[in-house]
């Protein structure tokens, strides 16, 4: 298996052939042959062996190829392409989950850009990570600006864009009807403008809000519609996404077993291909799928890889369902104290990322912990917050369920 190194570089690499092979590009003080270009211009062997037996080599020699692709690229293009290829090397790595280092190259080129596309482009791209940092506030307003850029030149596909990315801030804090009206509103845009591996992206993340909201049959609709798409355009990471989002769904059902399927093929292609988001979401979803199994000990394996996963990349999300997840065994063990602290670490963590969805869910599994302790009155007022929240974001199936526990509590 490839090392993230060498994926980083090899993508980086064929970043560069591409605008050196564009005949639109001038690249004229590259001596060399396309191929090595890059490989040639950050190459010191004498260095490399000095570096190689630190225990930091990985880190240095990946530092090493982010800033000498920069310089190669600022050094032979000029200022509008070195721009353009600024922001394709950006994609690469939020792709490879380097979310501080795309961050900071952002940042660092906002300001300078011309192009109001370029702009809209880069302040979408910065959005998108603060949605992975849980920042939604940021994102939000970064989206509506890219927006405001995209209706002023007309760019039905760059509004469609920001509309998917403000449907999944939404989504990401917990307001899902707002969440829907983006997606739903990006899929009729692309009537009559459409792009394929857009709508395919629309379609999974409706199909997460239906399922969130219970209504499974829409959810399995949506989810295959983009499969079909992904697995047309061979889009090896959102099928990766989805497999594990319908493992979700069938976890949703209580099939189990095949939720475990679906997770199962999501980290083996995600392990292939180094998708560490996913497997970090799909670690945990196992991990829960056990959990409901009676698997405590093999559950508690999968929430420490989770754990692991998801504090390297910085996914605050996943890390306060790991917590939750861990609570949850911990009460399954008879272990009330440790649940109780577990589950109120989560909960802390959800409330300062203002996720609404997660907070309900970590309330339910303090209800389930105060029955167990005896303690009938407790175990009502965490269920009637956890209503108010399911209420407030309109998750209906889960408002069912709340009152169904509340009338046998």
Not at 118 to 131: P, W
Not at 193 to 206: Q, R, S
Not at 366 to 383: A, C, M, P, R, V
């Amino acid at each position: 298996m490839k090392t993230l190194n060498e994926i980083l570089f090899e993508k980086i690499n064929l970043l560069v052939e591409e605008f050196i092979n564009n005949p639109q590009i001038s690249a004229a003080q590259v001596g060399s042959e396309p191929k090595s270009a890059l490989e040639d211009y950050i190459s010191t062997s004498h260095l490399d062996d000095i570096i190689h037996n630190d225990l930091n080599y990985d880190k240095i020699r990946e530092r090493k190829i982010i800033d000498g692709s920069i310089s190669f690229a600022e050094s032979n293009f000029n200022k509008n392409d070195y721009h353009k290829f600024l922001l394709e090397l950006v994609k690469i790595f939020v792709e490879c989950d380097k979310m501080d280092t795309a961050e900071e190259v952002l940042t660092n080129t906002i300001g300078k850009l011309s192009s109001d596309h370029l702009k809209a482009q880069s302040l979408a791209i910065l959005a998108d990570i603060y949605i992975r940092k849980s920042k939604w506030d940021i994102s939000i307003a970064l989206i509506n600006q890219a927006k405001d850029i995209y209706t002023k030149t007309n760019d039905i596909i760059g509004i469609v864009k920001c509309e998917n990315l403000l449907g999944t801030s939404y989504g990401e804090r917990g307001e899902l009807l707002l969440s829907r009206n983006h997606f739903t509103n990006g899929l009729k845009f692309l009537a009559e403008n459409p792009d394929e591996k857009l709508a395919a992206e629309l379609e999974t993340n409706l199909a997460i809000i239906e399922n969130i909201c219970g209504n499974f049959a829409k959810a399995k609709e949506h989810f295959y519609n983009a499969l079909k798409m992904f697995e047309k355009i061979d889009e090896s990471k959102r099928i990766a996404e989805l497999r594990h989002n319908v493992g979700m769904l069938f976890l949703e059902q209580k099939e189990y077993e095949q939720a475990i399927t679906e997770f199962e093929n999501a980290i083996a292609l995600s392990i292939k291909e180094n998708f560490s988001a996913v497997l970090s979401v799909s670690y945990l979803g196992k991990a829960t799928a056990l959990t409901s199994l009676n698997d405590n000990e093999l559950a508690l394996e999968y929430c420490y890889k989770a754990m692991d996963m998801a504090i390297k990349i910085e996914d605050k999300l996943t890390i306060a369902d790991v917590y939750k997840v861990i609570g949850t065994i911990e009460r399954n063990q008879k272990r009330y104290e440790s649940a109780d602290k577990f589950l109120n670490i989560s909960l802390r963590l959800n409330d300062e990322l203002e996720n609404r969805l997660n907070t309900a869910e970590t309330l339910i599994e303090y209800s389930i912990l105060s029955e167990k302790n005896g303690n009938s009155s407790q175990k009502t007022d965490w269920l009637k917050k956890a209503l108010e929240y399911y209420a407030e974001v309109k998750a209906a199936g889960k408002v069912d369920m709340i009152e169904e526990m509340l009338a046998i509590a």
